[in-house]
T-cell receptor, first 112, second 114 residues
């Protein structure tokens, strides 16, 4: 079973920041938080991942709360091409460490 | 650099037949994983290979099998196809496959069983 909870859908206006929340209240100390997105009929695309500290790359920022029970993916200036299903995944060095367990994700719609 | 390549992109098979799908990972990546995606079940993990060894396996029947070659290319095989095997099959590669690395997915093979 997925170890994360995400809202089923969100929308935002083009050019504005999109903030996608994720709850992972059962995360353990050595588990990473990963974000992927999937545009219709394509393979999931890796966005970002982090353990404890906030992370930023050319695509997005990942903010992880101090207790690590939740995180937020931030797309700073959403474009129409960011419309996709976004998956938050927790993964660590346990029996399941070599697989990604996908939940239902958040369907983000970027409006013109 | 080239991404993860899956062949073929589309495939139509008849019930009872078998099928082999191929995945070429990013050069230098040694871990290859396979996933099945259907509208009803979402993305589900099939198995993962690292250095020609299967490290983990999902909850799929024995009709689903795979292997990895010395050049890290991987194949998955489904025997005695059923209508419910119609899905998008995705392959993902990673440098080592452990929790500190991300996976890069291919575009998938869409299998239709009729």
């Amino acid at each position: 079973d997925a170890k994360t909870t995400q809202p089923p859908s969100m929308d935002c206006a083009e050019g504005r920041a999109a903030n996608l929340p994720c709850n992972h209240s059962t995360i353990s100390g050595n588990e990473y938080v990963y974000w992927y997105r999937q545009i219709h009929s394509q393979g999931p695309q890796y966005i970002i991942h982090g353990l404890k500290n906030n992370e930023t790359n050319e695509m997005a920022s990942l903010i992880i709360t101090e207790d690590r029970k939740s995180s937020t993916l931030i797309l700073p200036h959403a474009t129409l091409r960011d419309t996709a299903v976004y998956y938050c995944i927790v993964r660590g060095r346990v029996e399941s460490s070599y697989k990604l367990i996908f939940g239902s994700g958040t369907r983000l719609l970027v409006r013109p | 650099k080239a991404g993860v390549t899956q062949t073929p992109r589309y495939l139509i098979k008849t019930r009872g037949q078998q099928v082999t799908l191929s995945c070429s990972p990013i050069s230098g990546h040694r871990s290859v994983s396979w996933y099945q995606q259907t509208p009803g079940q979402g993305l589900q993990f099939l198995f993962e290979y690292f250095s020609e060894t299967q490290r983990n396996k999902g909850n799929f029947p024995g009709r689903f099998s795979g292997r990895q070659f010395s050049n890290s290319r991987s194949e998955m095989n489904v025997s005695t196809l059923e209508l419910g095997d119609s899905a998008l099959y995705l392959c993902a590669s990673s440098l080592a496959g452990d929790e500190s690395y991300g996976y890069t997915f291919g575009s998938g093979t869409r299998l239709t069983v009729v």
